[in-house]
């Protein structure tokens, strides 16, 4: 029997996951090579002096200063931390000092900024309401309306990074699902048909797949794409080696024109949409406790039912867990679901749900398996004949096949994770069935594919992905 074997330990997910808010220190090391000697009551300068009497009333601000009268300008902003938990913030100044507040607008939690903001930079402490414990800092630059800085909590061990416009600038972002987004896009080369899909996550990262009918696979996609609409792309292979790299623009809901460039090979794509959906998305934040979740949409109403129910319930327990935490510390309690799309057709949309927090070792989550005709999860049932025990039958080839994964021999760690866990999860795809274990912090998501050549004598004939069945 042959069984394709592959791993992602690099994906989208996991770049979501190690992401600064979260767990990464990649961010924290740079925010340690940031200079934090220079204090924070250094001599501002406004970027754009306004005369006294035409700055506007604010009596929050006015009442940080022990001279309202001289206020020389108030700036107000809308931003983001991490492109995902909206906030508010307000500085004045005097000329001689700036003050301020960033506020949680879904909380209405108000903390005090107090420091340097003018076009030569940003570095400004964070501190409680009563402006006694400073709680935190703000670090970055103030260019063109645009405040863009790095947030670490006091103790530095804690960071994010802030976007944000003024307010006037331009169109701002309201809604955390704003520029968050998947589009499937179908082409033809090679007298073949393609298939592309791309979800749009935070901080512009993008994951997705790519299927090739001339090339008989499906390629994993990761990269990012900037503000303008350009984007580049890892094409991916199985063994998780790259095939090529992708470049192009794309903005959200528009037809794309994309190079390919790999193995001295040029192509070119002239995709078309498809569908296209904003992602689900919630957010919210206070002083102690923060979560954020972005879900796929679909075509199917049902199915959208069936994905808003599961992260409300990952929601609801956040907030029990915050509750009964009672946690005091800055930014301390985080939790964060991303999602992962594996395969959309006109008959069947799979992938994954993480949910992951600063709380337990091991992330959580599950699969799903649409079939968009009848609006129901796909299972074993639906798939299989009565007489075959698909769980059982695939539970133990995972176990036969584990240990030919990559890690398996050479690291320990790995090796009672992946025998503890197992493949718990299963999603269609064109190739076969993806067995799957749970996100894990390290390694990311461990998969096995078996084709459904291995899987065919078993299987009903009039079944949601016999499409896929020669």
């Known amino acids: 029997m042959k069984l394709v074997l592959y791993s992602i330990s690099t994906n989208f997910a996991e770049l979501y996951a190690l992401r600064a808010r979260m767990f990464s220190t990649r961010l924290l090391t740079l925010i340690l090579l940031i200079s934090f000697g220079q204090k924070c009551l250094a001599q501002t300068k406004p970027s754009t002096p306004t005369a006294t009497a035409s700055v506007p009333r604010d009596t929050a601000i006015a009442k940080l200063f022990e001279k309202p009268l001289e206020i020389k300008w108030i700036k107000y902003f809308k931003g983001r931390l991490d492109d995902a938990i909206a906030v508010d913030i307000a500085i004045g100044s005097d000329g001689k000092i700036c003050k301020g507040y ?45 405040l863009l800085a790095t947030w670490t909590n006091a103790q530095k061990t804690v960071g994010s990074r802030l976007d944000a416009d003024e307010i006037g600038s331009g169109p701002i972002l309201q809604n955390c699902s704003d520029n968050k987004w998947s589009s499937r896009f179908i082409t033809r080369y ?9 979800v749009r996550g935070q901080n512009g990262l993008l ?41 192009g623009v ?51 109403s049902s199915c959208n039912t069936w994905l808003d129910q599961q992260v409300n319930n990952w929601i609801n327990g956040c907030k029990t867990k915050f509750a009964v935490r009672k946690d005091n510390t800055r930014n301390n309690s985080r939790a964060s679901a991303w999602p992962e799309i594996v395969c959309w057709t006109d008959r069947v949309f799979s992938g994954y749900l993480t949910f992951s927090d600063t709380w337990n070792e091991q992330a959580q989550g599950m699969a799903y398996n649409f079939d968009l005709k009848s609006g129901k999860n796909i299972v074993y049932d639906d798939l299989f004949n009565k007489t075959f025990n698909a769980k059982q039958w695939l539970d133990d080839y995972a176990k036969k096949e584990m240990p030919k994964l990559t890690p398996f021999a050479s690291d320990v760690k790995y090796r009672d994770w992946v025998t503890k866990e197992g493949f718990p999860m299963f999603t269609v795809r064109r190739e076969g069935l993806e067995l799957s274990t749970l996100f894990h912090m390290q390694y990311g998501r461990q998969t096995l594919l078996v084709p459904y050549d291995q899987l065919k004598p078993y299987m009903k004939k009039d079944n949601p992905v016999s499409e896929f069945i020669k």
């Open 207 to 247: 994951d997705g797949f790519l299927w090739i009918e001339a090339d008989a696979k499906t390629y994993r996609l990761q990269g990012s794409i900037q503000t303008d609409g350009k984007f580049e792309i890892e094409v991916l292979q199985q063994n998780n080696k790259m095939a090529a790299m992708m470049q």
């Open 250 to 300: 794309m903005k959200p809901g528009q037809n794309s024109d994309v190079q390919w460039v790999g193995s001295g090979e040029r192509r070119e794509f002239k995709f078309t949409v498809k569908d296209h959906f904003l992602l689900g998305c919630y957010e919210f934040a206070d002083y102690s406790n923060q979560y954020d979740a972005l879900y796929p949409r679909t075509p199917c």
């Open 102 to 146: 960033l506020t949680y607008p879904k909380s209405k939690v108000k903390l005090r900024l107090e420091g340097m903001f003018d076009s030569t930079g940003v570095r400004m402490e964070e501190k409680d309401y009563a402006g006694k414990a400073v709680t935190g800092y703000l670090n970055g630059t103030f260019q063109k309306r645009k």
């Open 190 to 198: 090679n007298n073949g048909r393609c298939d592309m899909v791309i």
